[in-house]
């Protein structure tokens, strides 16, 4: 059974860091490219974050470059999104998401939500 399942989701004041974890299973994470996607109400869901399966190479949306940091772990099945200087434009619920070699297979999880506010 596969599950991306993500944590560290909460409520933190604008300037304030949180540290997004995702735990995957039931599928090769080694060969996946891995995500984090946000989602605002009203607005399209967007990707904020990506890493290479070897985690090796990284990119970011212009919105977050210099703020956030993703980072993979194949040993532990683990990808995590570090975010500093938050800022309340940051709220969105935030997704995990994993693409197979050649997209052969994608999976997301079940989100959790980031609130930036004092």
């Known amino acids: 059974q596969v599950q991306l399942v993500e944590s560290g989701g909460g409520l933190v004041q604008p300037g304030g860091s949180l540290r997004l974890s995702c735990t995957a299973s039931g599928f090769s994470f080694s060969t996946s490219a891995m995500s984090w996607y946000r989602q605002a109400p009203g607005k399209e869901r967007e990707l904020v974050a990506a890493?290479?399966?070897?985690?090796?190479?990284?990119n970011y949306a212009d919105s977050v470059k210099d703020r956030f940091t993703i980072s993979k772990d194949n040993a532990k099945n683990t990808v995590a999104l570090r975010m500093n200087r938050l800022k309340p434009e940051d709220t969105s619920v935030y997704y995990c998401?994993?693409?197979?070699?050649?997209?052969?297979?994608?999976?997301w999880g079940q989100g959790t939500q980031v609130t930036v506010s004092s």
């Open positions: 890493v290479s399966s070897a985690g090796g190479v990284t």
């Open positions: 998401h994993a693409r197979g070699p050649g997209g052969s297979w994608i999976y």
